[in-house]
Nanobody, 122 residues
């Protein structure tokens, strides 16, 4: 059974930083695209960042220059470093992974984590 387990969320003041982690189990994703999405209250889930199996990345314009996605294939994990956080970044952040796709894409994949709450206070 495939599981994506996020960690690292929490409450932070505006201007602060958090690092989200997502550990995959049940199969290896070392050759698959992985990413992060978020959903704020009353809004649809939106793309944040994605990383291909070779390390190529794409990031949403709203977080470009502030958020960085990375992965460690040996640990079957993906990370999201979030700097200069603002209240607008408050959301539940979800880890996502593709079952077969390995190219860079902003389209969500087949597997989702349970989400981790990030709250940024002003």
């Amino acid at each position: 059974q495939v599981q994506l387990t996020e960690s690292g969320g929490g409450l932070v003041q505006a201007g602060g930083s958090l690092r989200l982690s997502c550990a995959a189990s049940g199969r290896t994703f070392s050759r698959n695209t992985m990413g992060w999405f978020r959903q704020a209250p009353g809004k649809e889930r939106e793309f944040v960042a994605a990383i291909s199996w070779t390390g190529g990345t794409t990031t949403a314009d709203s977080v470009k220059g502030r958020f960085t996605i990375s992965r460690d294939n040996a640990k079957n994990s993906v990370y999201l470093q979030m700097n200069s956080l603002s209240p607008e970044d408050t959301a539940v952040y979800y880890c996502n992974a593709h079952r077969t796709i390995l190219i860079l894409t902003r389209t969500p994949g087949d597997y989702w984590g349970q989400g981790t709450q990030v709250t940024v206070s002003s």
